[in-house]
């Protein structure tokens, strides 16, 4: 048995000796470098699914950083509950908004940062506060998920109708406006989570969209600055590292400064286990696939990498995704269901490690990067995926629960929106009209 599956605190949630910055800071860093890591990959991908499946790695990184042995049980479902709260804000557009910080008016530069500071912050609370309910859940106080599932597509369809059919409201015309449905679930879920005093849950919530929401504001503040320095690098991918990052960083807080019931360690029903098993193991990873490494897309890709004909090396790539996610999925489920493994920290770590390889192999995949080093950025992964995997064992759990103190949140928030501002004024006086620049207000 490894040393790891022995580690939790004699009560868990309670606080131990020592300070909690030094305890909770390594854990911090791994969290951030995982989620930050994943989103990174995930603009491979876009949309729903790659969004998705970063934001289980973000999770599975969560609890086991966390190192309590009563979450192992319930790993898979907490993953796939932050997995589909971070998922869904891949609706949202938000191209054009970051065209507006390449602006060089004052007006359209802030306006830009802060409505990434939104769509971010809304990817951060949906994952972050469905992460804290499903680690809430108890037989003592069960979630209500076809209640909460129920309100959240009501609040997505009541708000984008008033705010973008009646009201007019737009935050990125002509493009979607979904972001305003994304918003309506973020009001239904913490309505949720007040009427059932979820208030750890709800501190996930809040810091996840703080860390996501400037996450996504300084990552674009380093895209334009590094454009307009003309460092040849892929700036954008540095952008979708930062919300990644800072959301990580922040749901990890949130969870670590919160107060968690003890949940059962008994041999969980392997029933229970199928669902969020599929999902994460087979559904999330099939989608990538099916999404994203069409045979046109490939062809593009590899074609210019090569001085042969394309199309062996294309449908090689795609079949071997393919297979991967398949056989992948299958041993997961042979694991964990057809045998009934007990679920334990060993086991946990191992499927997070293979999780997160896979999803780093797919990125070098699909960019060609292992037919040419022109995406640098792409063995910086690999770095980052070896670091976490050392280190995620060592980082020692340091629970500091704080209670929900509004006062200082708005302070904090002020903060940030004043921080966001200064931001700009920095882009403004940095550099001439940029090419791809937009204008929401003349």
């Not at 099916?290 to 090396?313: I, N, W, Y």
Request: aromatic share 14%.
């Amino acid at each position: 048995m490894d040393t790891n599956d022995l580690i939790t605190s004699t009560h868990p949630g309670v606080v131990q000796s020592g300070s909690p910055g030094k305890r909770l800071l390594p854990g911090l860093l791994l969290a951030g470098m995982s989620l930050g890591t994943a989103w990174a990959i995930r603009g491979q991908f876009g949309h729903e699914q790659g969004a998705a499946w970063a934001g289980s790695i973000g999770a599975l990184s969560v609890v086991l950083i966390a190192k309590r042995a009563d979450w192992y049980n319930k790993a898979f479902k907490v993953t796939l509950a932050a997995a589909l709260g971070w998922g869904i804000g891949g609706i949202m557009s938000y191209g054009k908004i970051v065209g507006f910080g390449r602006a060089t008016d004052f007006g359209n530069v802030y306006y830009g940062l802060m409505m990434l500071f939104v769509v971010g912050g809304l990817h951060g609370f949906l994952g972050g506060g469905l992460f804290g309910l499903a680690l809430s859940d108890s037989p003592a106080r069960r979630v209500k998920w076809h209640q909460l599932i129920i309100e959240l597509v009501v609040g997505a369809l009541l708000l984008y109708f008033f705010l973008v059919e009646q009201w007019g409201w737009l935050m990125t015309p002509p493009r979607s406006e979904l972001w305003a449905a994304c918003l309506g679930m973020a009001l239904a879920l913490s309505w949720y989570m007040a009427r059932h005093n979820q208030s750890s849950a709800f501190r996930v919530a809040i810091f996840g969209g703080l860390g996501g929401g400037f996450g996504f504001a300084f990552g674009n503040f380093l895209q334009v600055l590094g454009n307009a320095a003309a460092i040849p690098f892929n700036f954008w991918n540095v952008m979708e590292y930062s919300i990644g990052f800072f959301g990580g960083v922040g749901m990890a807080y949130g969870t670590f400064t919160s107060l968690w019931p003890t949940a059962t360690t008994d041999q969980v029903k392997r029933n229970s286990i199928l669902f969020p098993l599929l999902m994460l193991a087979l559904v999330i990873p099939f989608v990538v696939w099916e999404q994203s490494f069409e045979r046109k897309r490939l062809m593009e890709t590899f074609t210019p990498l090569l001085s042969s004909d394309a199309g062996p090396v294309s449908q090689t790539v795609q079949l071997l995704v393919m297979a991967l996610v398949l056989v992948t999925a299958g041993i997961w489920i042979r694991k964990y269901y057809a045998e009934q493994a007990s679920l334990s920290y060993t086991g946990i770590r191992l499927f997070f490690l293979s999780h997160f390889s896979l999803y780093t192999l797919l990125s070098l995949l699909i960019t060609g990067a292992f037919l040419s080093p022109y995406r640098p950025e792409q063995y910086i992964y690999l770095v980052n995926l070896l670091i976490i995997g050392l280190l995620i064992g060592k980082a020692r759990h340091g629970f500091s629960p704080h209670g929900i103190k509004a006062g200082k949140w708005a302070t904090g928030l002020a903060i940030v929106v004043i921080f966001i501002a200064i931001l700009a004024m920095i882009l403004i006086n940095s550099h001439e009209e940029m090419t791809g620049a937009q204008r929401r207000f003349e």
